[in-house]
């Protein structure tokens, strides 16, 4: 008998439980494998070769990444595109715009192309492509217990925090942040669920590796007064530095993707080159590898008070650049782990200068509780996850006392941050592909649902067209993901191009047919438009002015998804 029918004899309550602990084992079990998969490669490669000679470890490891950059590259382009980058937009965007399903292609190739990516030795992190892939295998189990499409988000999340939870071995901070990014609900109904998932997925990797967290740490029991005193000015400098990485990054991805010169494909190996010549001139002079792969062992020892807070700013500036590289070109990996290490460096260095105004000398168990208030910092500032960057350091020191400079560097972070970039790493990441996220959480009350306008689901980012030639066509379908645009003349709303026309236009040089458009006022109650949507040939009503200017477009998903949220069973 399958497990699928075994679970339908369950009464509902028991099949949530035990359906829930198949996608934490999963999601657990799947991101202890990409980890030990990354540690053998890296391991096998070059922390072995760098025991040889200079010469030996720079065309060994030169060769090494080149080969395996190539190779994920092609495989990324041709297999599984959106399995590129961190993973954890594309999960963003599955959660919200896909009801939380994911093709289970994106598992295997996230798979392969990040192990061979990071374990060779690419400056990038583990923990959102486990993220990413455990959410996925989520979805692709749902789907065999027989679950509809519909259904997918409580399983993706749940994976996804199992995921998170294996990769950093710290369970309550998998929850918070994928309450806080993904769901963005810290009081979401399925809390209890991800909460068993994050747990199981704790308990997966405390039996296959053990119970000792991502880094070792060394701090006091009770940090000092210079550690308050200096913990605005090292929050700054570590949030300013995450700052710097996000533009940097963004930018370099945004003219990578723009670019004709080179095929999308051969971007990473020209990451990989980069990162490998920045990784062996830093080796040379200090024989750290922190530059190159996830860059644990130099993070660990600048948290156990062996690490000088200059070799900690070179480390940084090699780290930083290294990391634009490798994900603005294009490479499989996540932020989260550079993020941290850049915090961690940024925060070991500033306590090193700030400490030259104080009247007397930081304790060196200071200089870690501050390299920790900098990865906080960081990380809060990048991802906007405060909550978890607070949960992450305290779960992986057990030390109570340093709640306190954690929370006020994590206010600065915040406060700056906010000031200077409108969203955080992974909503700038989906803006620069096309996509806005409407998260819409309607009223609990099914007549109250029924009575809101328009304007309260709809998308008020649609992407329009002034002119239908062939040009404006291809760039519209090129670059967005859309299947339907308004097209504008003098301003005002005259129909809707659907993509499927636009396809048959630019292929047969044609004159493309251009829908009438269902033109619906924002105040417009919910319980209408549902009606007028069915009745639009293009599934989708347009939001406009008393002079029929375009505000906004309202699609039958959009509509699908604000009925799912209204739901009082799993679909958040």
């Known amino acids: ?63 090494l990444m080149l080969a395996a950059s190539l190779a994920a590259g092609l495989l990324l382009h041709f297999a599984g595109p959106s399995a590129a980058g961190s993973g954890i937009p594309q999960l963003k965007l599955a959660y919200w715009k896909e009801f939380g399903w994911s093709s289970p292609r994106i598992m295997w190739v996230k798979f392969v192309a990040g192990a061979l990516s990071i374990g060779s030795g690419m400056s990038l992190g583990r ?17 065999r217990l027989g679950l509809a499409k519909a259904q997918h988000r409580m399983p993706a999340a749940a994976g996804a925090a199992a995921g998170l939870a294996a990769a950093f071995n710290t369970p309550l901070a ?20 991800v909460l068993m998932a994050s747990m199981i997925g704790a308990l997966v990797v405390h039996g296959l590796l053990g119970t000792e967290p991502a880094f070792r740490m060394q701090v006091p029991n009770e940090p000092g007064w210079q550690v308050y005193v200096l913990t605005p000015w090292v929050a700054a400098c570590a949030t300013l530095t995450g700052l710097l990485f996000q533009r940097g990054s963004l930018n370099l991805r945004g003219w990578s993707r723009s670019q004709r010169r080179l095929p999308v494909w051969a971007l990473p190996v020209v990451g990989a080159f980069l990162t490998w010549v920045i990784g062996i001139l830093v080796w040379k002079q200090t024989g750290r590898l922190g530059v190159f792969s996830l860059g644990y062992n130099d993070l660990s020892d600048a948290l156990s008070g ?42 070991l260095a500033a306590a090193g200068l700030g400490q030259m ?30 909550v978890t960057g607070i949960l992450i350091v305290f779960e992986m020191t057990h030390q109570f006392s340093l709640v306190l400079p954690l929370m006020l560097g994590v206010l600065v972070s915040q406060a700056i941050s906010r ?75 005259v129909g809707v191009l659907t993509r499927h026309e636009i396809e048959r236009a630019l292929i047969s040089n044609a004159e493309p047919m251009v829908e009438p ?56």
């Not at 492509?129 to 789907?143: E, K």
């Not at 998998?174 to 399925?190: H, K, M, Q, W, Y």
């Not at 499989?332 to 460096?345: A, D, E, Q, R, V």
């Open 1 to 63: 008998m399958s497990l699928r029918s075994l679970l339908a004899k369950l009464p509902p309550r028991p099949r949530l439980y035990v359906a829930t602990a198949i996608y934490g084992v999963a999601g657990g079990g799947i991101a202890v494998a990409f980890h030990q998969c990354i540690h053998l490669l890296y391991g096998r490669t070059f922390e072995t070769w760098a025991v040889q000679s200079p010469e030996t470890f720079a065309w060994r490891t030169l060769a």
């Open 127 to 143: 923990e959102g492509p486990s993220v990413q892939m455990a959410g996925t295998m989520g979805s692709a189990i749902a789907t």
């Open 174 to 193: 998998a929850v918070t942040f994928v309450l806080e990014e993904i769901i963005g609900d810290l009081n979401s109904r399925i809390l209890g669920t």
């Open 306 to 347: 062996r690490l000088a807070w200059e070799l900690a700013a070179l480390l940084l500036v090699a780290k930083l650049l290294a990391t634009v590289l490798c994900y603005g070109l294009g490479g499989c990996g996540g932020i989260f782990s550079p993020t941290l290490f850049f915090g961690g460096m940024a925060g």
């Open 357 to 386: 105004v104080l009247p007397m000398p930081l304790h060196e168990g200071d200089q870690v509780v501050l390299a920790v208030v900098g990865m906080c910092a960081c990380l809060g500032a990048v991802v906007r996850a405060p």
């Open 419 to 493: 000031r200077m970039m409108r969203s955080n790493f992974y909503e700038e990441v989906l803006e620069q592909d096309g996509h806005h996220l409407n998260r819409i959480i309607p009223p609990r009350d099914l007549g109250a649902w029924q009575n809101l306008p328009a304007s309260a689901i709809a998308n008020f980012h649609p992407e329009s067209l002034t002119d239908i030639g062939a040009e404006s066509m291809r760039a519209a379908f090129d670059g967005h993901p859309y299947s339907n645009f308004p097209v504008l003349r003098n301003s005002k709303v």
């Open 517 to 572: 458009a269902v033109i619906v006022d924002p105040q417009e109650s919910i319980r209408v438009i549902q009606s007028r949507i069915i009745d639009s040939r293009a599934g989708m009503v347009v939001l406009c002015d008393e002079k029929q200017a375009l505000l906004g477009v309202v699609t039958l998903h959009d509509l699908l998804r604000a009925q799912l949220a209204y739901g009082k069973v799993g679909e958040d």
